[in-house]
């Protein structure tokens, strides 16, 4: 098995705990989902969320579905002029047997447009 990272980030409603809980947990569960991740082999998970999402912690999230043995970490994205707003991006480590190339990064809620190479 190799440690893969995949990539993914969902644009948030409004700046409440809810919607930042429940915004963080769909997307990581539709990267464990799209990339048949199985949660024991998930080495860890980096969360940065925009300087406007303030109501709450997204990597509580992770724990909130599950992930609770699995190393979190959380930090601020780069205030960047004219960047999207509202935006949790995730970086998972995980073990597993597929290439680079299988990896299947996810962007939703409009964040798809932060990877248009994708």
Do not use: C, W
Request: aromatic share 4%; proline share 3%.
């Amino acid at each position: 098995m190799k440690v893969r990272g995949v990539r993914g980030a969902i644009v948030v409603g409004d700046d409440s705990r809810d919607e930042v809980l429940g915004a963080t947990a769909r997307l990581v569960q539709e990267i464990i989902e799209r990339n048949q991740v199985d949660p024991q082999e998930i080495v860890s998970v980096f969360f940065t969320s925009t300087e406007d999402l303030r109501s709450a912690f997204p990597a509580e999230a992770a724990r909130q579905i599950g992930l609770s043995h699995v190393p979190l970490l959380g930090a601020r994205e780069v205030a960047v002029d004219g960047a999207m707003s509202r935006v949790v991006r995730v970086l998972m480590h995980f073990n597993t047997e597929a290439s680079q190339s299988e990896i299947d990064h996810v962007y939703l809620g409009g964040a798809e447009s932060l990877r248009d190479d994708l």
